[in-house]
């Protein structure tokens, strides 16, 4: 059952956070937290959500809230280093703030603030490598790409990679669609036996395509499973409504053929909680291990509402946080943008409450 909505907003502080680099054409990371009786969630969706996609972000973070994490089977977390669309020059800095990780992601591709080319991407590549010589890597693209625009990234990165010595783990979101993605593993699967294609980690040779957007943006999280889209998923906790239903998707993804790697949508120290307490009760691989997860984005932000988890051989610690008070004081939005989000919160909790009694 839901709570009260009246208990929710008497409950929700608003903050905005600086962040240290543009990330996401963010420069400011806004993020409702509620306090509820079992800790604290976060509801943060992006504002060009609307507000049905939006609702499953409230969800998660009335689950945190209200119901607590789910039973973890481990302790500390492996997480990736991020590399966000930076000069070359600067991504040696970016990587000292991920000590001990060993699998990068590097963010490619253009985007409306960033015109990065692939001779940009490629630099950004190579210098990650020059920073953790023999790193896995994945690269993000956020669906930037036609089919042949990605299968030439993957020819030129996926050189980039080798001939550093590293290992080219997958490609994230290269496409916007499901049938380009499908497209995409069938040319590069065949551009391995080539010879075209190399560095990448799939049998062959071939780089793995991974889904981001395909999952969490649509209606059906397996679509892209079923179609052949993807190699790899790449799960998020609020987009799908909470650290149990990552869970279950990330189970029936599994039994689909895909691995799954659990990220962050660039969450304050509260709403890494989700992520982290889904990646800590996801069962292990075959290996016994689980791939490194997306969720060491805390150090983007200049100030946090809690005092950041540390970094430890490239893990992170799954105990939840809770918020600083002075800090939440302190980073706190004006008025102005906490009556945005009260108002897009009530809207978003409409939806909820709609689907709760099937309206």
Known sequence: ??????????????????????????????????????????????????DAEAAAWLASALEMAWQGPPQPLRERVPVNATVPSFPPAEVAGILDLFPGCRTVKVKVGPSPSTPSTLDDDAARV?????????????????????????????????????????????????????????????????GAERGDIVGGTVAGGAIAVAADESIRRAEDPLLVAHAGGADRAVVKAPPLGGPRRLLSVAASLRELGLDVTVSSALDTAVGMGAGLAAAAALPAGADGTIPACGLGTGGLFEEDVAEPRELVDGTLSAVMTEPDPARLGALAASGERRDWWIARLQRCYEVLAAEATGA
């Open 1 to 50: 059952m839901l709570p009260a909505l009246d208990e929710i907003v008497d409950r929700a502080r608003v903050v905005s956070l600086p962040m240290r680099v543009r990330f996401r054409d963010v420069t400011q990371r806004e993020a409702l937290l509620v306090e509820g009786p079992a800790g604290w969630g976060e509801f943060a969706p992006f504002a060009e959500y609307g």
């Open 126 to 190: 190579s210098a990650a490598l020059a920073a953790i010589p023999g790193a896995l890597v994945r690269v993000d693209a956020n669906r930037a790409w036609t089919v042949a625009e990605a299968y030439e990234a993957a020819r030129v990165l996926g050189r980039v990679v080798a001939d550093a010595g590293g290992q080219f783990e997958y490609m994230e979101q290269p496409c916007a669609t499901v049938p380009e993605l499908a497209q995409l593993r069938g040319e590069i699967a065949a």
